[in-house]
């Protein structure tokens, strides 16, 4: 059942004659905002309390928010009737701009946290459009972005910076008041009520549309410039052969030549260019397949049906049962719908990506070559990962009152789940000593309020680990926790050893609980260099001096050492992220050089790093900027 209100005041309610649509349609999709349409009537009560742009509408399906968003448009047409456009939770995101900012040796999480910040910030007069990071499982290569900001809305700063880059599902869902952005790699659920032939399957379309082919490929990059340096409209292009362009072969003889151009302003090398070519053939060569399938969703009519859910693993489409008549025999089966298909008398659909209606076809062809075919519509619900809002373990007394010597500890948490049919919520926790390699048994812990463990057993003079786990029937999240020793002033151990705020735990270490503050100098003889949490294993290196006898080069030329010397150090120290160089470099006379790449290991095929940038400083007082931009090498 579904019901729709309009800044709290229900507008549809199905068994309210007073309260009714003309008609309603809901779409929504992967990251996409959505959209809800309806049609009321004229003489609906609750008319005009609905305000374009500023108003909230909420649906809620089976008692539980399903769509929040702002009305786009409120239309009336010559009839009277109203009709109102509203886009989901995700377009208000546009409706704040990212400032001009340069992002380094951030995690995913952490930049989205950023970005969402930001928006926070300038909508703050407008609540509803605020989010909170939920869970958050993409991350790249290295778990370290480098990204620029510069006045783009947030949304499109979402889209480009990480979805187009990193891929990846962004959802809103909305948990004890709290509006939810999750950005999620993959579902993994697998639904148990299925699509099958001759039930709940009812329609299918199958299109193969064509306007987008390309069989061959002409990149052309950034426009090239005259003897006196200007710009011009000629543009740099590849040699491919003789050829200005790539194609594949197979995809020629099967639809023959079909020519596009691609412009690309940024690419200045004709080996890059060549790339961008076949990564835009390889998108273009192939004739997609578009499928639209319509079927029940049983699970909305109740029953022991699991309602079908957006990221649902779908066993879909049994053709068992078909046979020929008049003699014949069945000779294939297609299976098809969701952009999946099969030639068997089964189709297994992987991770559905969006909420709403998807339609598969099943068609039988018997050995005389005559076809029967079927279509079948699912509905797609959303299932969400459990979430954790708020985890809170502290010592306590056996009455759960804070007590920073206490032998008992408490866990305090908020945790979330999809409250789909035949899901349930579990959440458990294990301690152990620090010293120790493996925790103890599970025991239950509620949600929503404060739960008291450890028996009194928890000694005051031990730092203890423990770990919560939050399960629902499909997946799980385990949080780290640690229990410190009881707060002392000072503490010292026999076998050597002392503590500031705790209890001393550790052999030959100064071991400091509280938040420390030096006003002086501090002098070491000796230490350890910290290492970056960030797969580097040394981000700060000393180059040696570097010639041009080192880098294979004859010749006075400035630019192509500077180059080459970027390529020797990206060769000398792989596998670097965010490497900061210093050192002597040669090109003609002997100089200072300190150098930043984000990744050495980041190369095109000549070896240049993807971002660098660096300086050089003469003995003679000369200097010299030089870096890398998308490959690109510059030299100022």
């Given amino acids: 059942m579904y019901r729709i209100t309009c800044d709290g005041i229900t507008l549809y309610e199905p068994d309210n004659p007073v309260l009714q649509l003309i008609s309603g349609t809901l779409k929504t999709g992967q990251n996409i905002a959505g959209t809800l349409t309806f049609v009321l009537a004229p003489t609906h009560p609750y008319l005009s309390r ?12 089976d008692g539980v928010l399903y769509f929040r968003g702002s009305p786009l448009n409120v239309t009336e047409s010559d009839t009277g009737l109203v009709t109102v456009t509203a886009e989901g939770a995700l377009a208000w995101l546009g409706d704040s701009v990212q400032p001009f900012a340069e992002y380094h040796n951030m995690t995913v999480r952490t930049y989205l946290e950023t970005l969402v910040q930001n928006h926070n910030v300038a909508v703050q007069d407008d609540a509803y459009k605020q989010f909170t990071v939920g869970e958050v499982t993409v991350t790249d290569s290295n778990d370290s972005l480098y990204r620029h900001s510069n006045f783009e809305h947030t949304k499109d700063a979402i889209t480009e910076k990480l979805t187009k880059r990193l891929g990846g599902i962004l959802r ?21 009520q299925g699509i099958k032939f001759g039930q709940n399957l009812l329609t299918y379309a199958r299109s193969v549309p064509t306007a987008n082919l390309a069989t061959a490929i002409i990149p052309l990059g950034c426009k090239l410039t005259d003897a006196d340096g200007s710009e011009t409209d000629e543009r740099l292009q590849i040699d491919n052969g003789g050829k200005n362009y790539v194609w594949d072969e197979k ?35 192939a004739l997609p397949t578009t499928i639209k399938l319509t079927a029940v969703d049983f ?24 046979a020929g008549v008049y003699g014949s025999t069945i000779k294939s089966y297609s299976v098809s719908g969701g952009g999946w298909s099969s030639n068997e008398s089964t189709l297994t659909t992987g991770i559905l990506q969006a909420a709403g209606e998807i339609t598969f076809t099943a068609v039988v062809t018997d050995s005389r070559g005559r076809k029967a075919s079927t279509t079948r519509t699912i509905s797609v619900i959303d299932y969400t990962k459990p979430g954790v809002a708020v985890c809170d373990v502290y010592r306590c007394d056996a009455d759960g009152n804070r007590k920073k010597a206490g032998t008992y500890f408490a866990v305090e948490i908020n945790a979330s789940y999809s409250a789909i049919t035949g899901n349930i919520l579990n959440i458990t926790a294990r301690y152990k000593k620090q010293s120790e390699s493996s925790y103890g048994t599970a025991m239950n812990v509620t949600n929503n309020g404060k739960t008291v463990l450890g028996g009194g057993n928890i000694g005051a003079s031990t730092t203890y680990d423990v770990l919560v786990t ?37 052999a030959n270490w100064l071991d400091i609980a509280w938040h420390t503050r030096v006003r002086g100098t501090v002098q070491a003889d000796s230490y350890t260099p910290v290492n970056r949490d960030d797969a580097s294993s040394n981000p700060i290196v000393f180059v040696p001096r570097v010639t041009y006898g080192t880098l294979g080069l004859t010749g006075s030329s400035g630019s192509e050492y500077f180059k080459q010397w970027l390529i020797w150090v990206c060769k000398a120290y792989p596998n670097k992220h965010m490497l900061l160089c210093i050192g002597t470099q040669h090109p003609n006379s002997v100089g200072i050089v300190l150098c930043h790449i984000y990744n050495t290991s980041a190369v095109n095929a000549a070896g240049l790093p993807e971002y660098a940038t660096g300086k050089y400083f003469a003995l003679g007082g000369g200097e010299i900027a030089f870096g890398t931009v998308d490959y690109n090498f510059y030299l100022k």
């Fill in 50 to 61: 609905i305000k374009a742009r500023s108003s909230v509408i909420s649906v809620y399906r």
């Fill in 172 to 192: 809103v869902r909305w948990k004890n008041g709290v509006q939810y952005l999750d950005y999620l790699a993959e579902y993994k659920h697998v639904n148990g």
């Fill in 251 to 285: 995809a020629v003889q099967e639809f023959g030549w079909i020519f596009d151009t691609i412009i690309c302003d940024d690419v200045t090398l004709k080996e890059n260019l060549s790339k961008r070519g076949y990564l835009e053939l390889e998108a273009r060569k």
């Fill in 299 to 322: 699970g909305a009519l109740g029953g022991n049906y699991e309602r079908i859910t957006v990221g649902d693993l779908l066993p879909i489409v049994s053709l068992t049962g078909a």
């Fill in 470 to 506: 939050v399960a629902d029937k499909y997946n799980s999240l385990s949080i780290p926790r640690t229990l410190s020793t009881k707060s002392v002033l000072q503490s010292f151990k026999r076998s050597a050893g002392a503590a500031i705020g705790k209890v001393a735990e550790l």
